[in-house]
């Protein structure tokens, strides 16, 4: 049985700034690839990054540059770091193992002013 537990999400200004943390309870944590991805209303589910289980991270073109994301294998913890954020990254956000049916309950993010 493997949760994911999401937290950090919120409400900020267009150029804030919000962290986003994803908590596994999987023993394997450290082997998974793990995901970020993001649902806007009306918009389908659209990767937004991905780390592998040796740091290796992938951003969609979108988010380059703004969003980090980064992994703690002794917490078992993936984390997104969003900069310089913008209306149209207001989204639910969601973290997944990759490969498998496991989601986190995802968490709002809304930047308006």
């Known amino acids: 049985q493997v949760q994911l537990v999401e937290s950090g999400g919120g409400l900020v200004q267009p150029g804030g700034s919000l962290r986003l943390s994803c908590a596994a309870s999987?023993?394997?944590?450290?082997?998974?690839?793990m995901g970020w991805y993001r649902q806007a209303p009306g918009k389908q589910r659209e990767l937004v990054a991905l780390?592998?289980?040796?740091?290796?991270?992938n951003y969609a073109d979108s988010v380059k540059g703004r969003f980090t994301i980064s992994r703690d294998n002794a917490r078992k913890t993936v984390y997104l770091q969003m900069n310089s954020l913008k209306p149209d990254d207001t989204a639910v956000y969601y973290c997944?193992?990759?490969?498998?049916?496991?989601w986190g309950q995802g968490t709002q993010v809304t930047v308006s002013s």
């Open positions: 997944r193992i990759e490969r498998s049916r496991y």
């Open positions: 999987g023993s394997a944590f450290g082997i998974w690839t």
């Open positions: 780390v592998t289980s040796g740091g290796t991270t």
